[in-house]
């Protein structure tokens, strides 16, 4: 049974999630959550009450692949993403300096983990996904309450065990945003592009 993960984003900006070219990724940020997530999990993620008190939604997506071991920065296939920030130079990962995103020293460790392991250097793709940004929805408040529920009552840190009826509530919500639209992206990043931009706060559920 795949998992599904939920959680608000206090920082919409391009980076987690990068959307480019027809693919979302989550390289960045949420690193347990990067580690634990599988193929074909699904992921939702909605703006916290600083970006908006409604807490739309911004994005849903289903992983569709996961490149573990810092895969993701190797070779020349996904360096002109925007969240590919790190590259390996002598056995280590530093920050690429043309990064738009996460500038304090302390931002590797927190993505990537330690030299040598890089326990926390996991990626998740998906082609099968749709991306709201600052034109998210709220509609689903009032079609789902539970979810409605779950989401105002995330806290800091927080992962809670959820109900059976919560899940069918999240693939019904997955499956009615995906006769919505056809399309993967409707809207653009609700911030602009940071240094500092990451989701140290973390609001997280998992059914």
Not at 22 to 43: F, N
Not at 120 to 125: D, E, G, M, P
Request: overall charge positive; some cysteine.
């Amino acid at each position: 049974m795949r998992c599904i993960y939920f959680y608000k984003l206090t920082v919409d900006a391009g980076a987690a999630p990068c959307v480019e070219r027809g693919t979302l990724s989550l390289a960045i940020c949420k690193p347990m959550m990067r580690s634990s997530a599988e193929v074909d999990d699904l992921i939702f993620g909605f703006a916290a009450n600083s970006l908006d008190p409604q807490n739309r939604l911004i994005y849903a997506a289903r992983i569709t692949k996961k490149l573990p071991n810092g895969e993701y920065y190797e070779g020349d296939k996904f360096t002109s993403r925007h969240d590919c920030i790190y590259t390996p130079q002598l056995g280590r990962y530093v920050r690429r300096g043309d990064a738009k995103f996460h500038d304090k020293p302390s931002d590797l460790t927190h993505d990537l983990g330690s030299h040598p392991e890089y326990a926390r250097a996991n990626v998740l793709l998906s082609t099968d996904f749709r991306y709201f940004g600052v034109k998210g929805t709220d509609e689903y408040r009032s079609r789902y309450k539970l979810i409605r529920k779950a989401v105002e009552s995330l806290g800091r840190g927080q992962r809670v065990n959820l109900s059976l009826e919560l899940r069918e509530q999240f693939l019904a919500m997955k499956k009615w945003l995906w006769r919505k639209s056809e399309s993967k992206v409707l809207g653009r990043p609700t911030d602009a592009p940071s240094g500092s931009s990451c989701h140290r706060t973390t609001f997280c559920g998992v059914v």
